[in-house]
């Protein structure tokens, strides 16, 4: 697929750098870490493809000054990837460029943030036009920015999720969606799944299920985990669970149109209905594939069985499509369309201003009133004139330059590549995800499935920074790579991004035979 607002080629090439022999322990061999299909050839260190942008020179703080900078003043939770963090400088598209020029593609968009891609032409005029007109007014005034965009998003969502409350991030629309259930239903207890990420808030920490996200002190009452629904970690999968080109390598007996994984899962999900919270609950909070738990993909039909569950409870269904909406999965618009379900409320952000602080919280006019009965809800910066022009923006450039149809396509064919790299390599364990939402779970061996070393995988996450690929990391023991690029992307990128990989997975095994 050709973008609409670029014409230059981008084609693929391979550099051959000298063979490297790895010395070998008399006890060990490159076939205990690779299957049989695998070979040792000569080393492909591989090219990037061109880019038709120029960064403009760095001419800011040095290097060491930010790093004294950021320990003197900054938080001290340490949140940045690599043994030396990147100091990035500029952006373009699907590329990004350090302090000292460097160029790396980005296949995690800024924590799967940027959609349609960094500092696109068009998104970027509409910002600046914005700038010279109207910053700020707070919703105690009208702007047409707010009631243009609010009347583009309405558009794109199913009856009758029409009322529209806009934030400026994740937690805070994650935060207003649980005052929604409670208020709406007069019941406390919210469920959420193991692995779950909702957000770092007070309120939404309860609702995360992350253990580096956990705290001793008390947060987030009134919530309860419940199994996650992983068919390549859990106690049950099969060979056909996932909504996805790529399936597991566990085998099941099921037959076309049953899953004996669903159905054990959602006797779980009864357990904890039965056992943890009170006869009537708040509500279900779901993310469409989880992905700070490492891109989740739960059964197909297991969500809409729990939804089911939860509205006999006098619950509400909350669908976070913070990292899965926006056409990032290519098959439809909205994650939760990939379940065939209607949640009751909807929360957005992340994508929805390409990485400007945005977010929002629809429902139903009926959940709406309720919310207006029991607060009147304020909120000074959400729907501002400039995140509303951004947003409205980003909207126009997922249509004109079809990134929806562009994600399915491009993220189809990247998963397929990906998946004939677990055939290849031991370690690999999973290949999963939908669209351009993908996770690589790393694995001491496919058969006890048990996490490759932290150490190990932060050495492969390096080599790949090294050739000039970023990927994302997840999962509760950060054993999974995280890939989830702008939707811009195109495929001789991929086929880059996939021989990059490749090749620090060459690098690892020969570093393990030494």
């Known amino acids: 697929m050709t973008l609409a607002w670029r014409h230059l080629p981008r084609a693929l090439c391979l550099e051959t750098s000298s063979l490297r022999i790895p010395k070998m322990c008399p006890f060990l061999s490159l076939s205990t870490f690779w299957t049989s299909g695998t070979k040792l050839s000569l080393h492909t260190k591989p090219r990037m493809p061109p880019c038709d942008f120029t960064p403009e020179r760095y001419k800011t703080l040095s290097y060491n000054r930010v790093l004294e900078i950021h320990k003197q003043h900054l938080s001290p939770v340490v949140t940045a990837y690599f043994q030396k963090p990147l100091l990035l400088h500029q952006g373009h598209m699907e590329w990004l460029f350090d302090f000292e020029g460097n160029r790396y593609l980005d296949f995690f968009s800024g924590v799967v943030t940027v959609s349609v891609g960094h500092c696109h032409p068009k998104v970027n005029a509409a910002a600046q036009k914005q700038l010279t007109h109207l910053w700020h007014t707070s919703t105690i005034f009208f702007h047409p920015p707010m009631h243009e965009y609010a009347e583009k998003l309405s558009a794109l969502l199913p009856e009758p999720l029409k009322v529209i409350f806009l934030t400026n991030s994740g937690s805070e629309a994650n935060d207003l969606a649980m005052l929604m259930a409670r208020a709406h239903s007069n019941n406390t207890d919210i469920i959420s799944f193991r692995g779950a990420y909702h957000g770092c808030s007070p309120y939404t920490l309860g609702l995360t299920n992350v253990g580096s996200f956990k705290m001793k002190l008390p947060s987030g009452m009134g919530c309860q985990a419940t199994m996650c629904p992983d068919v390549f970690r859990g106690p049950w999968g099969g060979s056909h669970c996932r909504d996805s080109p790529v399936q597991t390598i566990r085998k099941c007996n099921c037959a076309p149109g049953c899953c004996q994984a669903k159905d054990q899962y959602i006797e779980q999900f009864k357990d904890t209905l039965n056992t943890a919270v009170a006869k009537s609950i708040a509500g279900f ?230």
């Open 285 to 514: 909070f779901a993310e469409p594939i989880q992905g700070v738990n490492g891109v989740v993909q739960y059964p197909k039909g297991f969500l809409k069985e729990a939804f089911q569950l939860v509205r006999q409870r006098g619950g509400v269904c909350i669908a976070d499509e913070v990292q899965t909406g926006f056409g990032r999965l290519g098959s439809h618009f909205w994650g939760f369309q990939t379940h065939d379900v209607l949640p009751d409320i909807v929360t957005m952000a992340k994508g929805i201003g390409n990485g400007f602080p945005m977010a929002a919280v629809v429902t139903t006019p009926e959940i709406a009133k309720s919310l207006a009965k029991h607060l009147l809800h304020f909120n000074t910066f959400g729907g501002n004139p400039m995140a509303c022009a951004i947003g409205s923006a980003v909207l126009e450039v997922i249509k004109e330059d079809s990134l929806q149809e562009n994600s399915q396509e491009v993220g189809t064919y990247m998963l397929l590549k990906f998946a004939k790299l677990r055939d290849e390599f031991e370690i690999v364990g999973d290949v999963r995800g939908k669209g351009l939402m993908i996770g690589i779970e790393m694995v001491k061996d496919k058969m006890s499935r048990q996490p490759l070393p932290h150490e190990e995988i932060n050495q492969i996450h390096e080599d790949c920074k090294e050739m000039g690929l970023l990927i994302g990391r997840g999962g509760i023991f950060s054993q999974t790579f995280r890939i989830a690029p702008a939707m811009c992307i195109t495929k001789p990128e991929v086929d880059f991004a996939v021989e990059v990989f490749r090749s620090a997975l060459i690098q690892h095994m020969e570093r393990r035979a030494k």
